[in-house]
């Protein structure tokens, strides 16, 4: 198994515990899905931080010291597969939990512009904008490409500064 699939299964793996992982614990609260971004956004880079890691491993491997685009090339190979495991398991755990999360979701984003403190048109004009892409907040397949791409980015930019590293330390 090559470095990358090998690092990109461990972060797509771990990364879908922590994001899916406390819905099965706790549920859809909606206390939890005000920090459930933060948390989500925190955990895809935490993960992420495997790309870093395989890219030392290669580096470690090698018999001469690897160009940039290569240990870069690593990277963007652990970022892809990690989100392309991260986007499956994104369809499977909307399938499995069916419309309850995304009504959750939705029913979440109508209460905080509610309570958002702008003006009756305002919150108008955002409830009428929220009630169009409902639709999008119960398609798998787009949520798991969304997912795919937000994983993929962040892995990228982690791949470009860690192979900056780590070629800076040979």
Known sequence: MT?????G???GGVLAVLMFGPYFLFGAKPEWMTIAEIVGYGSMVLCLS???FAMRHEH???ATRPSYSRVFGIGVGVAAVAAALFAVAT???YSVVGDSLPQALYDFYVQKVRASGA???AVTRQLTEL??????FYNKPLQAAVMFATVFVI????SALGAWVVRRRA
């Open 155 to 158: 892995g990228v930019v982690e």
């Open 3 to 7: 470095v990358f699939v090998r690092y």
């Open 9 to 11: 299964v461990i972060a």
């Open 131 to 136: 009630e169009g892409m409902k639709p999008m």
């Open 119 to 121: 003006s009756p048109e």
């Open 91 to 93: 369809y499977v755990f």
């Open 50 to 52: 495997a790309t870093y």
């Open 60 to 62: 470690a491997q090698a």
